[in-house]
């Protein structure tokens, strides 16, 4: 396997659904999720991304990370708490926040370091386009509604509101609730006291 372009290694299963949705934005084979860094210590993988929980980073953590920069000295590493790390591994990392921290802010520095990516093909979370009557959609549909509630409470038709589900998973590639969830809330359509 040729060397990823973004490497996952997160075990939390929480993290790693919402990182795995939101990356279906970037097409082909720029995402990889692994279950460690061995290939990156060992230098056959270079990727310019890395998205890791601290969990996952081999003992001792300082001298992993370091080794992974000496290699790739241009690599962004978005880390994520889940265990104690030694404050010594941040001047190695371009991100960094802990998984205590309330969802939120956890899924917002997701976004953000996913934003900053330049995709190689596909396209970009910050040039998802979608009307203000599919955001309206969306922010319904992440609250629960079904497709009949969603008709009586905009004043169209179900059939009006299967159409726009169907342009807004063509749009951004997300076919479960679930998905379109994190997506409305990453994007400030619903927020955690709805």
């Not at 270079?46 to 690599?75: D, G, R, T």
Request: glycine share 6%; aromatic share 6%.
């Amino acid at each position: 396997m040729k060397s990823p372009e973004i490497l996952v290694v997160i075990k939390n299963g929480i993290i790693k659904a919402a990182i795995r949705q939101l990356s279906k934005n970037y097409a082909g084979d720029s995402v990889h999720f692994a279950d460690n860094l061995t290939n990156c210590l060992k230098g056959v993988w270079h990727p310019k991304y890395i998205m890791i929980e601290s969990a996952a980073i081999p003992e001792p953590p300082v001298y992993s990370l370091e080794k992974i920069k000496l290699k790739n000295p241009k690599l962004d590493i978005l880390l994520i708490e889940t265990s104690i790390v030694d404050n010594g591994v941040l001047p190695f990392v371009s991100s960094y926040v802990k998984s205590s921290d309330p969802e939120e802010v956890v899924l917002k520095k997701i976004k953000d370091f996913l934003i900053n990516i330049e995709p190689t093909g596909g396209k970009s979370l910050s040039d998802l386009n979608l009307s203000g009557r599919e955001k309206e959609i969306v922010k319904l549909v992440a609250l629960g509604k079904t497709n009949k509630e969603i008709s009586d409470l905009l004043f169209i038709s179900p059939h009006t509101v299967v159409t726009h589900r169907k342009n807004i998973t063509s749009k951004l590639g997300i076919k479960t609730i679930a998905g379109l969830t994190v997506y409305a809330f990453l994007n400030n359509l619903i927020t955690p006291d709805l």
